[in-house]
């Protein structure tokens, strides 16, 4: 699985037989020692963050980052059809261990041409796959997802639901919703509760209105779930995303920051005794490096890396805590240095990159808003440090027909910056990681689901035959009639037929109607590729 970190791991495993022939008096209590094992899981991803975007921001900060001291190795990133992936199958491969397609969510890809990764049999494409989350839940550990972007957006999504294509909120946030997870922390109310906007919910159902019948503590603001005493926390800061770190104090400052809702996720988290997952993401990186902003990026990063700082703190305390962190891609191509530097870049010290980017108070984003709110063009500009303007740079905002793309090219051009696209990248970026069981080396990203499943002692194997069968294929095989009920069109349902006997599961929800009674399952029901994937456990209930 991790093969340069087995050859470490063998080279590791020398060196202790060697000091353990010189020290043989201490060699049975060596023997009887109990390695520690990884009860808690933190999973971190800052999406779309090259190296040369962690890199920006080091030297931004002036210091080391947190990351810096776990730095293990490397992460590739390929899907199973390209070079350069998409967060949704990199998130379905970090999480579920299999690689997958453009768009797909937690289910097994229908297109193959990666060399490396194993096809995918006929029947199988488009099956869902069982994450790492769910096994943890299974165990009876508390799981919880956060993300500055909405909950609902590719990268927690594939740590928490199963879905054909990654703008199907409706679907996604229902699955998350039925999950049952502990802490829920991030943007995408809307997608929540019905109404005319684009990701309210079609189907009008309002999970508000169901949130304290499922036990949850329902918060808004920072001052809410920092005093907040519940076991479950459900908390959606914005209808859509959350603010960037650096426009939050001026624009949202009732939104808390990534590290608060890291600490208070761990300490809600870590009372239960099993044992936590929890998923931790800095969205927005991904969003500034599309935008090729330097100070969205660096600023978001720095914010990640504060989040880092905060699940070091526990899991050097705890002792029983892996925490990994790494980019799911790379995006932007970012650089210090561009065509400017061809033949100076010997002779230009740090402040040349640096200084211009200090002088700015505010992200790309931040700072357009601003000009919609009436700013002139001149006063947006100083907000993202783009002051003392001279003839050339103010000749090109008065022409401009995208003040975003100019922005960033002017302060970019001011600060030496380079961008090479604004789309993700296929480089294989850095692996930090801390505890026990912690992967390290040149790893895969399906690796990393396989190191977390090892450490929590999940079998992804086991757990995928336990959390999603074929529903159609078993209740068949059981002399069962089988039909799809689709005349609520964006809630379809299973309905199962035999001997008198009914039972009906509910699209996107852990729920199955029994002869009229509800039951709870497990996991949730998905409906793809025209297909319904169930629980086992929902068989076994309807063989009774």
Do not use: C
């Not at 995006?331 to 061809?342: F, K």
């Amino acid at each position: 699985m991790f093969q340069h970190g087995k050859k470490l791991a063998a080279i590791a495993l020398a060196g202790t037989v060697a000091v353990g022939s010189l020290l043989s008096g201490t060699s049975s209590y060596s023997a009887k020692q109990k390695e520690p094992e990884a009860k808690n899981v933190i999973m971190m991803v800052m999406d779309g963050t090259s190296a040369g975007a962690t890199t920006l921001a080091r030297w931004y900060k002036g210091g080391p980052l947190e990351m810096d001291s776990i730095v293990t190795g490397g992460v590739r990133t390929h899907s199973a059809e390209s070079a350069i992936t998409d967060s949704a199958p990199a998130a379905t491969a970090l999480a579920t261990g299999y690689k997958s397609n453009d768009k797909y969510v937690g289910i097994l890809p229908d297109k193959v041409n990666s060399p490396g990764v194993a096809p995918v049999k006929k029947e199988d494409m488009l099956k869902p796959v069982a994450n790492v989350l769910e096994g943890a839940k299974v165990a009876g550990k508390s799981t919880g997802i956060i993300a500055t972007s909405e909950i609902q957006h590719a990268t927690p999504a594939g740590f928490s639901a199963h879905a054909s294509h990654r703008s199907n909120y409706g679907d996604i946030a229902e699955q998350q919703f039925y999950q049952g997870m502990d802490v829920v922390l991030g943007g995408g109310k809307d997608s929540l509760i019905p109404g005319t906007g684009r990701n309210n919910r079609a189907d009008n159902e309002n999970f508000l209105g169901l949130m304290q019948s499922r036990g949850y503590d329902f918060v808004e603001t920072r001052d809410q779930l920092l005093n907040s005493k519940s076991k479950k926390i459900w908390g959606a800061f914005a209808n859509g995303a959350m603010a960037y770190d650096m426009d939050r104090a001026k624009n949202r400052p009732q939104e808390p920051t990534l590290a608060e809702m890291t600490k208070k996720a761990i300490d809600t988290m870590s009372q239960n005794k099993k044992g936590f997952f929890l998923f931790v993401e800095g969205s927005k990186v991904d969003w500034a490096a599309h935008a090729n902003d330097p100070i969205g990026i660096i600023g978001d990063v720095l914010a990640f890396d504060d989040a880092v700082g905060e699940a070091l703190k526990f899991a050097k305390k705890d002792g029983n805590t892996m925490v990994i962190a790494v980019s799911d891609h790379g995006n932007s191509g970012i650089t210090m240095g561009n065509v400017n530097t061809n033949t100076n870049y010997p002779e230009l010290p740090v402040s040349d990159y640096i200084d211009p980017l200090k002088k700015a108070t505010m992200t790309l984003e931040g700072a357009i808003n601003e000009h919609r709110k009436g700013k002139s063009v001149e006063e947006a500009a100083k907000l993202y440090g783009l002051d003392n303007l001279n003839d050339k740079e103010r000749q090109a905002l008065t022409a401009s027909k995208d003040l975003s793309k100019t922005f960033v090219e002017l302060l970019s051009a001011r600060a030496n910056i380079g961008f090479s696209t604004g789309g993700h990248t296929g480089e294989d970026v850095f692996l930090y990681s801390y505890g026990p069981d912690r992967p390290f080396g040149l790893v895969d990203n399906t690796d990393i689901a396989k190191a977390m499943a090892k450490g929590m002692k999940i079998n992804l194997d086991d757990l995928n035959k336990r959390m999603f069968v074929d529903a159609e294929a078993e209740f068949t095989a059981l002399g069962a009639t089988v039909t799809i009920d689709k005349s609520d069109k964006a809630n379809p349902v299973l309905v199962v037929e035999r001997n008198g006997k009914t039972a009906r599961f509910l699209q996107n929800k852990n729920l199955m109607i029994h002869n009229g009674k509800l039951k709870e399952l497990e996991g949730v029901n998905v409906y793809t590729n025209n297909k319904f994937y169930i629980p086992r456990q929902g068989v076994d209930i309807f063989k009774k």
